[in-house]
């Protein structure tokens, strides 16, 4: 079994983030990190390689981003990785960037494709279902449970009316939830090794893809302040008149 796993670069959860000067842009401090689902589908290839024996390989698309989300990954112990990377994947259209993706996953073939269920920047979940939809293989998003067997996966997946569970024929995508497994935190000579693994690199020309129509962000706006919490206290019947008072007075509820 082949496996892929498709890997995205993420400003860390614990970044600061500001809407830059004239509002159409961020400015995020330079910490780039694995998107965090991205670690579990990572960890699940893992899985696959060791318990199924598996080839299992990383790939990304960006314009001159993504190295670092490989290197995590030949970190904790991907074998290979390949990085899409050409100019017009700057803020590119999800198409495009699913487009690439597909075009180089059909050229090397692979069994199997693994993507996170999405990325902690946007928070689409768009990349994984567009990249299955252009290849024309099955997709199931958010498992929580894989198992392979032959020529066909097992997975698992939770939904608001219980569990799911789907016998799936390979070729085929799946993306991974919280829950999945627990992402190994590599081993200091595993990152040492990734520093100095040769990453293959591809165009869009390469691929043969053309991109499509790219978007435009009109603008960013920060998320109003709330409001100070006021803590009344006293006797229940004091607290209740307060309440009434504050409801009808300040906040016009009433």
């Known amino acids: 079994m082949k496996v892929a796993v498709l890997t995205k670069e993420v400003p860390d959860l614990e970044a600061q983030v500001r809407v830059a000067a004239g509002g159409a842009s961020l400015d995020i401090e330079k910490q780039r990190v694995l998107n965090f689902f991205d670690e579990i589908a990572v960890e699940a290839a893992l899985q696959l390689k060791e318990s199924a024996e598996a080839e299992a390989y990383a790939v990304t698309a ?54 996170g269920k999405q990325a902690t920047d946007d928070e689409a979940g768009l990349i994984g279902p567009m990249v299955a939809e252009i290849l024309g293989i099955p997709c199931v998003v958010g498992i929580t449970g894989l198992e392979a067997s032959g020529s066909s996966v097992t997975v698992t997946r939770l939904t608001d ?37 040769k990453i293959d690199k591809y165009s869009l020309a390469d691929l043969g893809v053309e991109a499509a129509p790219p978007f435009k962000v009109l603008g960013y706006q920060p998320p109003a302040k709330r409001a100070a919490v006021k803590m009344i206290t006293g006797e229940p019947a004091e607290v209740a008149a307060e309440l009434v008072q504050l409801l009808r007075d300040e906040a016009k509820a009433l």
């Open 161 to 197: 009316a219980g569990t799911e569970k789907y016998e799936v024929p390979l070729p085929a995508l799946v993306t991974a939830e919280k829950g999945l497994f627990e992402p190994r935190v590599p081993a200091v000579t595993g990152v040492m090794k990734a520093m100095r693994a």
């Open 62 to 115: 960006g314009a001159g981003t993504g190295i670092d989300a490989l290197r995590r990954a030949l970190a904790m112990g991907i074998p290979g990785a390949f990085h899409v990377d050409d100019p017009e994947l700057a803020d590119a259209n999800p198409l495009t960037v699913a487009r690439a993706l597909a075009a180089f996953l059909e050229k090397e073939g692979f069994d199997l494709i693994i993507a």
